[in-house]
């Protein structure tokens, strides 16, 4: 069954320490996309990718990287973590203009 | 700009009863439509989805949702709800281009008692 996948699945990390954020996909689609999730604000995007080797900046980057090394693999790292980071996390994938599928999240604790 | 707003943060209502969730839309063409729901400690799951055509769309679990250009509106309906129903419920449209990326309204925590 095609599935997108994250882990950890809960992290705590220390502010000004180096955290990656992985997720994996087998619907064989193209797009993947890091949403982050705040309470009041519904889920933001940070980054997105088009494909193996791209990367693009979403909404609120800021404090973010992304890399995609493969069709299957997308990650999120935060290379200096900051308390204001805090919040559950959410890779997807989709292939255009159907509906994305979600990953079951990653809660991030900087303390 | 694109955006989506779902005024109630909360909603209770008693088992058996009617629902309506509120979506209205900010977008300068016909947007994709969506429907989410996210139980506790789980990713979202989409409910249904309205690209063109009939307004009126039927999703999962006899939730159905209607369309309305004039309104800008996307409202989310069940004739008749169980406690099971209880989540966050997310509305969201699509860019017609580019990334596609999803634009997510703030969310409805519906609550249903028994």
């Known amino acids: 069954e095609a599935a997108v996948t994250q882990s950890p699945r809960n992290k705590v990390a220390v502010t000004g320490g180096k955290v990656t954020l992985s997720c994996n996909q087998t619907n064989n689609h193209n797009n993947m996309y890091w949403y982050r999730q705040d309470t009041g604000h519904g889920l933001r995007l940070i980054h997105y990718?088009?494909?193996?080797?791209?990367?693009e900046k979403g909404d609120i980057p800021d404090g973010y990287k992304a890399s995609r090394p493969s069709q299957e693999n997308f990650s999120l790292i935060l290379e200096l973590a900051t308390p204001s980071q805090t919040s559950v996390y959410f890779c997807a994938s989709g292939d255009g203009r159907v509906e994305q599928y979600f990953g079951p999240g990653t809660r991030l604790t900087v303390l | 700009a694109q955006s989506v707003t779902q005024p109630d943060a909360r909603v209770t209502v008693s088992e058996g009863a009617s629902l309506q969730l509120r979506c209205k839309y900010s977008y300068s063409a016909t947007p994709y439509l969506f429907w989410y729901v996210q139980y506790p400690r789980q990713g979202l799951q989409l409910l249904l989805k309205y690209y063109s055509g009939d307004p009126v769309v039927q999703g999962v679990n006899s939730f159905e949702a209607e369309f309305s250009k004039s309104n800008s509106s996307f409202h989310l309906q069940k004739a008749s709800v169980h406690w099971s129903d209880s989540a966050v419920y997310f509305c969201a449209l699509s860019r017609s281009s580019g990334s596609w990326q999803l634009i997510f309204g703030s969310g409805t925590q519906l609550t249903v008692m028994p």
């Open positions: 990718s088009y494909g193996a080797g791209s990367t």
